[in-house]
C-alpha cells in the first residue's frame, strides 16, 4: 500500500465494494494455541497456568519480532480468546496505572475496545485490531522498563482477610485510600465472592472522583466486559491492578478522605440527591423539551446545576433517558468545540458510566451513576482551554451527497479536511435511510488502517456504541459529531496491516 489508500482501495477496504474481497482476506485464513510449560518467577504474580505460556511470549518477544511470533502460534493453533486474555493480562501485569489511569495504561485500556471492533467487524479482519494492541502493548512495556520497571508482584497473604471478613476490609480500605489493605481484601473478595457482587462494589468506586478525567470508571467498565471474554479465573490479578487505579490521587500528606478536593465533591452531595430520587424515578415518559432544558444546563451550568438540574426533571415525570440523551448530545458538542485527547475523555467516560449504569442491579448506584455523568459533563466543558469553536450540535444541517451512489466515500474524504461538512453528509445519509451498519463498518476499517493511538480505538469504540444508547430523535446528530475525531480516507496509513499481512502468511 501507499502512504495514502487512493479511492478504489478505499471503497474496497470500507466494504463499499463487497465486504469479505478485500485486500485483507488473508486474515481469514488463520487456524486456531498451545501452551508451554511456564517457568515460574517467585517476584511476579502468577497467572492461570494455561495462559503463562503466552503471556511470557508477549512479554519477552522484543516488538520487533512480536506480530511475527503470536502469528506462528495462531497458525499452531492458538485461539482468538487466547491471545485476547494473554495480551489483557500482560498489560497488567507490566504496567501500572500510576502515576495516572491513563498514558502508557492505555496499553491496557484499549483491549477491550480494540476486542469490540473485532467483533463487530467481517471475519477476515478480526486479527487486525488484535495485532495493532499487541504492538502497542510492548510500547507501553518499553516506556515502563525505562522509568519504573515495575511488574505486578504476588499478593502478599498475609494481608488477605478470611472469606467473611473480605467484603467489609475491601470496602474499608477503598473507603480510608489505604493501598496495601486494598490489594489484599480485593484478592481475598475475587476468592470469596461473585463477580456481580463484586463489581457493583467498583461501579461506586470508579466513579467517585473525576480524577484521571473519567479513566476510572473507563477501567472498571472495560475490565468487566473484557473479564467476560476471556473468563473469571484471570479476576484476581485484573481486580489487584484496578483497585490500585482507583485509589489514585495527587493529594500530597492526606488523602481524598480526610480532605475536601474538588475532585471528590460531587459525589458526597450526589448522595444526597440521589435519596431524593423516588421509587418511581425510572418510570417517567422519554420528553424532548426536558432533554433540551438539560441540554441548555449543560452547557452553561455548573455540576452541581446539573445535578441539581435532572433530579428536577426526573422528580416530575421525566424519564431518565432523556436526561442521558441530553448527556450524550453535550458530550458530542464538545467534540465540535474542540476535537482533542482531552475533549474526547467525555464521550468515553459518559459510555462508561452509562454501561455501569446499564450493567448494575443496586438502584442507588444507577442512580448515582446517572449524577455522577451529570457533574462530570460540565467539568470537562470548564475544563476546556485555548481554541474553542463556538459551533454547536444544532447548527449542523444536513448536506446531501453529490452523488447518492459514493455518499460513504463522500463522508469520509471530507473527514479528513472539513468535519462541518462530513458532519452535514452524516445527517443526510442517515435522514434518506443510509445503512448505519455500512457506516460504522467503513469507519471501523478506517481505524484498523490509519488509527495510530489508543485513543482512535477507544473513541470510536464509544461513539459508535453510543448511537444505540440514544433516542432515536437524537441518535443521528450525536453520531455525527463522531467524524470530528474518526479516520479519514485522505489521512496517512498506518504500517501495521502491512507487517500484519505479511506475519500472517508466515
Not at 475475587?190 to 470508579?206: K, P
Not at 448506584?365 to 463556538?390: D, S, Y
Not at 433516542?471 to 502491512?498: C, E, I, M, Q
Request: aromatic share 8%; with cysteine; charged share 25%.
Amino acid at each position: 500500500m501507499g502512504e495514502s489508500a487512493t479511492r478504489r482501495e478505499f471503497l474496497k477496504f470500507a466494504g463499499m465494494a463487497g465486504i469479505g474481497g478485500t485486500a485483507l482476506e488473508f486474515l481469514g485464513k488463520l487456524p486456531p494455541v498451545s501452551a508451554q510449560d511456564a517457568r515460574v518467577n517467585p517476584k511476579l504474580v502468577r497467572l492461570e497456568a494455561g495462559i503463562e505460556p503466552l503471556v511470557r511470549l508477549i512479554e519477552d518477544t522484543p516488538q520487533s519480532d512480536l506480530l511475527e511470533k503470536v502469528a506462528q502460534r495462531i497458525r499452531q493453533g492458538t485461539t482468538y480468546q487466547e491471545v485476547v486474555s494473554a495480551l489483557f493480562l500482560a498489560g497488567v501485569r507490566n504496567v501500572p496505572p500510576r502515576p495516572t489511569v491513563g498514558f502508557k495504561f492505555h496499553a491496557v485500556l484499549v483491549v477491550q475496545a480494540a476486542h469490540t471492533a473485532s467483533m463487530a467487524s467481517p471475519d477476515g479482519d478480526r486479527w487486525l485490531p488484535i495485532f495493532w494492541a499487541l504492538d502497542e502493548f510492548k510500547n507501553s512495556q518499553a516506556e515502563e522498563m525505562a522509568s519504573t520497571a515495575w511488574r505486578m508482584a504476588p499478593v502478599d497473604e498475609s494481608t488477605v482477610p478470611a472469606p467473611h471478613d473480605a467484603k467489609k476490609a475491601f470496602i474499608d480500605a477503598m473507603e480510608n485510600w489505604d493501598e496495601k489493605k486494598a490489594d489484599g481484601a480485593v484478592a481475598g473478595l475475587v476468592r470469596s465472592a461473585g463477580a456481580n457482587e463484586i463489581y457493583e462494589l467498583f461501579y461506586r468506586f470508579g466513579a467517585r472522583d473525576y480524577r484521571s478525567i473519567g479513566h476510572k470508571a473507563i477501567f472498571v467498565a472495560n475490565s468487566w466486559r473484557t473479564l467476560e471474554f476471556i473468563g473469571w479465573q484471570h479476576a484476581e490479578p485484573v481486580l489487584r491492578s484496578l483497585a490500585f487505579a482507583l485509589l489514585n490521587h495527587e493529594l500530597k500528606g492526606t488523602t481524598p478522605a480526610l480532605s475536601d478536593d474538588a475532585n471528590d465533591r460531587p459525589w458526597r452531595r450526589n448522595q444526597g440527591l440521589a435519596a431524593n430520587l423516588g421509587p418511581s424515578w425510572l418510570s417517567g415518559k422519554l420528553d424532548d423539551g426536558a432533554t433540551r432544558d438539560m441540554l441548555a444546563v449543560l452547557r452553561q451550568g455548573t455540576n452541581n446545576d446539573a445535578c441539581d438540574k435532572a433530579v428536577e426533571l426526573i422528580g416530575r415525570g421525566v424519564s431518565p433517558q432523556s436526561v442521558w440523551d441530553a448527556l450524550f448530545t453535550a458530550a458530542g458538542e464538545l467534540m465540535i468545540r474542540q476535537p482533542s485527547v482531552p475533549t474526547l475523555h467525555t464521550v468515553t467516560s459518559t459510555n462508561a458510566l452509562r454501561y455501569a449504569f446499564h450493567a448494575s442491579g443496586d438502584e442507588t448506584t444507577r442512580k448515582l451513576m446517572l449524577l455522577q455523568t451529570c457533574a462530570f459533563v460540565p467539568m470537562f466543558r470548564a475544563a476546556q482551554r485555548g481554541n474553542i469553536a463556538a459551533t454547536r450540535i444544532d447548527d449542523l444541517k444536513p448536506i446531501a451527497a453529490k452523488d447518492p451512489s459514493t455518499a460513504l466515500e463522500e463522508i469520509f474524504a471530507d473527514v479528513s479536511t472539513d468535519h462541518i461538512s462530513a458532519a452535514g453528509r452524516v445527517l443526510h445519509y442517515l435522514g434518506n435511510g443510509g445503512a448505519i451498519r455500512d457506516l460504522m463498518g467503513a469507519a471501523r476499517r478506517l481505524i484498523f488502517l490509519k488509527g495510530t493511538d489508543a485513543h482512535d480505538y477507544k473513541y470510536s469504540g464509544a461513539v459508535l456504541e453510543d448511537y444505540f444508547n440514544v433516542s432515536p430523535a437524537w441518535r443521528d446528530r450525536v453520531l455525527a459529531t463522531s467524524v470530528f475525531y474518526l479516520k479519514g480516507s485522505g489521512d496517512k496509513d498506518n504500517t501495521l496491516v502491512d507487517r500484519t499481512r505479511a506475519a500472517l502468511k508466515g
